[in-house]
């Protein structure tokens, strides 16, 4: 009896620390003076010179606790404020099932769904991102890391009437075990992507003979960082439609 008496006791001081109000304000506080300090320390710490160029998770793993610990601390963080939303909104729904304006009553919980899924983005983002430059000459080709080739048939380069460039572009030509996929062309806003992969083309050079350089990628979360937004913002926005109808029926 005692025994089931404390996992209720437990059970209840656990719901109540997740669905305060105050613990969401503290985690949000605390997250913020982890990142503060990280936007202080990294740019006099060599070690995060690579930081840009490798997965998070993979840079994290490879660098010492004592450079690391508050990217930890934050993850940490980031996971008590996920479950707390979490909570919080299935609380909030719980509460107000009977409620007869159920747009009202779900917009914040859209909101907290869009920023839940802009976390999962940079999660998926930090553990599977990919990104690599190099330069590639006319008929080169180039392994990609989904074991995929591509060759870059011809590099061209539109010159205005001063001889300056104005735009360039590259036709590239995909292959699969040594059988041709699809062909593309890549310019500086139109990248071409294929199996979960980039292509950006971010410049090119004629003299002594045409070479181009690329940025190669991959952003496993950039489509859920895509609907995180669509969500958060459509939460915001009916909220926002809410308040004004509330405003003009006062009026």
């Not at 939303?85 to 917009?107: D, F, G, Y």
Request: charged share 20%.
């Amino acid at each position: 009896m005692n025994g089931e008496m404390k996992k209720r006791s437990l059970l209840k001081k656990f719901l109540t620390f997740f669905l305060s109000l105050r613990t969401a304000i503290w985690l949000l506080l605390t997250l913020i003076c982890l990142l503060f300090y990280g936007a202080v320390i990294m740019p006099v710490r060599e070690e995060f010179q690579s930081l840009h160029t490798v997965r998070l998770f993979q840079w994290v793993a490879e660098n010492p606790l004592g450079i690391t610990w508050w990217l930890w601390a934050s993850l940490w963080v980031i996971s008590l404020l996920t479950a707390n939303t979490l909570l919080c909104s299935i609380e909030s729904i719980m509460k107000k099932k009977s409620a007869r304006q159920w747009l009202l009553v779900l917009s914040p919980q859209v909101v907290h769904i869009g920023f839940l899924f802009i976390l999962l983005a940079h999660l998926l983002s930090g553990y599977g991102s990919f990104r690599g430059t190099a330069v590639v000459y006319e008929n080169a080709g180039l392994t990609l890391p989904n074991n995929n080739d591509v060759v870059f048939k011809s590099i061209h380069v539109d010159t205005d009437p001063m001889g300056y460039s104005k735009d360039w572009s590259a036709d590239i030509e995909y292959f699969k075990d040594g059988r041709f996929m699809k062909a593309d062309r890549v310019r500086p806003n139109r990248p071409s992507f294929q199996d979960g992969l980039g292509i950006f083309i971010k410049t090119v050079q004629f003299r002594p003979y045409p070479v181009a350089v690329i940025e190669v990628s991959r952003e496993p979360g950039a489509v859920w960082a895509l609907i995180g937004g669509i969500l958060f913002m459509a939460g915001m926005m009916t909220l926002l439609l809410f308040k004004i109808r509330k405003e003009e029926a006062r009026d």
